[in-house]
């Protein structure tokens, strides 16, 4: 009709055509075989001639209910998720709060140190995490020595380990969200706050806290789903034996080249992985006061 | 209430010094402003007295109490700031709650300072709103409310009218006012604006450098500027350079261009080189000869509603900014048209030519 027609035209498919050749290349080389994957899922499996073609069953997600040991990894890894994310964002949050407020100077400094372990081999860090967990590794060693302890404690092929380690590669990620999101609360807010009588802790708690439940939420949801997708530390710490989900779906597929099993284990991470990171957005926004 | 007394505050930042040895007194339910071009530490000041920042060296009192070392939610004051700073995660109502939840007021009562203080901004629909739902004004207003509702013993103003438009302004400066008669709040105003400052004020203290230059009402501060800084930042100045050619009393005669014009305040000796400021209000433009009258032509006519401004060449590289009624028959000269205007020897000043440079550059 007018001069703006044809500059909201253009405006209408920019955004689409510039989204294209990404949704192009993820529908043809992620899509399309993972949706190849979902009728796979529910075929059966004979160990002696693979998978039956033709046949339909739902045995290989009641499996995740029903057989105890992989309603044990199942939980397990879910476990693990949690107590990673919760442990990133308790060791995170106040290297996060001292990065983002103090001196401007160290910033730099203090965040390349934060990002450093990311620039090493995963596999080199997690040897390093066995040089110093094992048994005969060098905290069993001082502690003994120190006669601190009479039996080495047992920080590897268990829960503990994974933990440690998993927390040591995936608290960049949390702290790098959270020093963002702290740098983005206003000051004067928080100033506001304690002008009307609130001590240094009540300014932290109802306000710089909920201000950041943004950055909380991301960074919880980053290393949560990096921790129950993660596999070669899990192999490495855990050894062959102490499995989790992402160990459990390769061993079906490599090894038992079960993929029937392997791919409905994957979609049911996925389920689970999804509902998480719904149910905290929720609990987010309500709480961030965004909903 | 409680009045707000300042005793010798100095604030330093390594070398530099921000605020030089301010003393001060707010009486009980006095609304004065703090006013002075940016950098002059005026915000410093504020902060200091809500204990934001703290002093490199004198005392703060509310009231009889000496509160330089208290934290600031000790203090029962109320911050009013620029950027509004509500917190958004809290409903409107909620915000200005939390200084009520801070003193420990809850239940019935809560709810009924809520709904006064929300009244008092005219904002009574709005309690169950997120301020992000608000406008810039609305927002301001429930800032205030957050600020009054606690009853501080001071509240305080940090530029809180810069953030929004001219027409807000102007509402919001209304807004104030009515506030200010209702609950005679002591009050202390900061400000880069002279007109909310004078508008506002029951007394300004202007500041330069860190310093206080002058405290007094607004009507002495227009009439009766202390110095030349005061002179050229109060009013719509016009600087010229002239030499004094009389003294009569504090006033004189200045010669400016050619031509002789009296003024009401010099502060040079006869025969010195002096900076002349003439208030672009007190120069009126006639069509007709007047008594006295200086004889000039139009270089410029801009139309701004009231008013019309005009640029008048009083000599060759003389020009003055001059006004006269947008209904008059001085209303609508073309260029090139020749004109008298009729100053006003009280609105103009001379001073000193070194002094007006060291202090702007000192500001």
Avoid at chain 2, 113 to 123: D, E, F, I
């Amino acid at each position: 009709m007018n001069a703006v027609a044809p500059a909201a035209r253009r405006r209408a498919w920019q955004d689409p055509a510039l989204l294209a050749p990404l949704t192009i290349l993820l529908a043809a080389l992620f899509l399309a075989p993972l949706l190849l994957m979902v009728p796979m899922s529910f075929r059966e499996y004979d160990p002696g001639t693979g998978v039956v073609a033709g046949s339909w069953t739902l045995e290989n997600y009641s499996r995740l209910l029903t057989d105890e040991f992989y309603r044990e990894v199942a939980l397990r890894t879910l476990g693990l998720g949690l107590a990673v994310t919760a442990c990133s964002l308790l060791l995170g949050y106040p290297l996060a709060y001292v990065i983002a407020r103090g001196n401007p100077r160290w910033r730099v400094t203090l965040v390349l140190l934060v990002v450093f372990p990311m620039m090493l081999n995963l596999v080199v860090r997690s040897f390093g995490w066995i040089a110093l967990l094992s048994n005969h590794g060098l905290i069993n060693n001082l502690l003994v020595g120190l006669g601190l302890i009479d039996t080495p404690l047992k920080l590897m092929f268990n829960l503990t380990g994974l933990i440690i380690g998993l927390t040591h590669i995936y608290l960049p990620f949390m702290v790098l969200m959270l020093v963002s999101s702290i740098q983005g609360v206003p000051r004067d807010v928080e100033a506001a706050a304690s002008t009307l009588g609130s001590s240094r802790f009540h300014v932290f708690r109802a306000v710089t806290l909920p201000l950041t439940a943004p950055g909380i939420l991301t960074g919880s949801i980053l290393v949560f789903v990096l921790t129950v997708s993660a596999l070669v530390t899990p192999r490495m710490l855990g050894g062959p034996t102490y499995k989790v989900m992402a160990t459990l779906i390769y061993d079906e597929y490599m090894q038992l080249l079960d993929w029937p099993s392997g791919s409905a284990l994957a979609f049911a991470l996925t389920v689970v992985v999804l509902a998480f990171i719904w149910a905290s957005s929720r609990l987010a926004k309500r709480w961030g006061g965004m909903a | 209430m409680a009045k707000l007394t300042l005793e010798r505050l100095h604030k330093r930042y390594g070398e530099l010094s921000v605020v030089d040895d301010v003393s001060l007194s707010i009486a009980d339910g006095e609304f004065l402003s703090l006013l002075g071009p940016s950098g002059c530490g005026k915000t410093t000041i504020l902060r200091m007295v809500a204990g934001l920042v703290d002093p490199s060296g004198g005392t703060i009192r509310i009231g009889d109490q000496d509160v330089t070392q208290l934290p600031p939610n000790k203090r029962e004051i109320g911050l009013v700031f620029q950027s509004y700073a509500l917190f958004p995660h809290l409903s409107v109502a909620e915000n200005v709650a939390f200084g009520l939840r801070r003193r420990g007021v809850s239940g019935n009562e809560l709810k009924e300072r809520v709904t006064s203080a929300l009244a008092l901004v005219r904002l009574s629909a709005y309690g169950e709103r997120k301020p992000r739902e608000l406008s810039g004004g609305q927002q301001q207003r429930v800032a205030i409310a957050r600020a009054v509702a606690p009853r501080p013993r001071v509240l305080l103003f940090d530029e809180p009218l810069s953030n929004l438009d001219a027409q807000l302004r102007d509402e919001m400066q209304i807004e104030l006012k009515r506030l200010q008669s209702q609950l005679h709040l002591t009050s202390v105003f900061v400000t880069h604006d002279q007109q909310e400052a004078l508008s506002l004020s029951d007394r300004v203290c202007v500041l330069a450098g860190g310093r206080i230059q002058q405290i007094a009402t607004p009507e002495d501060l227009y009439h009766r500027p202390a110095n030349a800084f005061i002179a050229s930042f109060i009013g719509k100045p016009n600087r010229l350079v002239g030499d004094v050619a009389e003294r009569r009393g504090v006033g004189g005669v200045l010669a400016v261009g050619g031509f002789r014009l009296p003024s009401a305040q010099v502060d040079a000796p006869v025969g010195t080189e002096v900076d002349v400021i003439v208030r672009q209000e007190a120069v009126q433009v006639h069509r007709h000869p007047v008594t006295d009258g200086i004889p000039a032509t139009i270089s410029l006519r801009s139309f701004s509603g009231a008013h019309v401004q005009y640029v008048v060449t009083v000599a060759p590289g003389v020009e003055l900014l001059a006004q006269a009624p947008s209904t008059g028959d001085a209303a609508s000269l073309a260029p090139a048209t020749q004109v008298w205007l009729d100053i006003d020897p009280a609105a103009v000043f001379a001073l000193p030519k070194r002094e007006t440079q060291k202090r702007e550059t000192h500001a």
